[in-house]
């Protein structure tokens, strides 16, 4: 799970990368200035790093779903410990992120997706612009 303090150093980082990228912006009376945060939002729409992290845990969901049973992969994603947590709130799996954000797209049958590769990759694309933060 993303928290919050990553998220945030994730959006900084972004807006500093655009920032880069797009350049300064030439004003009527010849000087320049840095673009403002509402700018980059507005070139960029919908797609942040966030959603594109979320969406490439998507992707590798289904790749690892896809794999045969007796890859070292899936095996160590299937474990499960004999041990019993600690006290407390239990910490968030990684397969539990990647389900819920399964549940926000309102994927219904995503084991029938999975299998299905194209069907499951406009998933990921739609991913990366309709994941809400």
């Known amino acids: 799970m993303l928290k919050e303090n990553i998220k945030s150093k994730l959006r900084v980082f972004e807006r500093k990368v655009l920032r880069r990228i797009y350049g300064p912006t030439k004003e009527s009376d010849d000087t320049w200035r840095i673009k403002s945060n509402d700018e980059l939002s507005r070139l ?3 797609k942040n790093i966030i959603n594109y992290i979320k969406a490439q845990r998507l992707a590798w969901f289904g790749q690892v779903h896809r794999m045969p049973d007796n ?3 899936k095996k160590v994603y299937e474990w499960a410990p004999a041990l019993t947590r600690s006290l407390g709130r239990p910490k968030n799996r990684w397969g539990d992120d990647v389900k ?4 926000k797209m309102k994927i219904t049958n995503w084991k029938d997706c999975i299998r299905n590769r194209p069907k499951w990759k406009e998933f990921v694309e739609k991913a990366v612009t309709s994941l809400k933060l």
């Open 71 to 73: 890859s070292m992969v």
């Open 44 to 46: 960029i729409g919908n």
């Open 100 to 103: 819920s954000d399964i549940i």
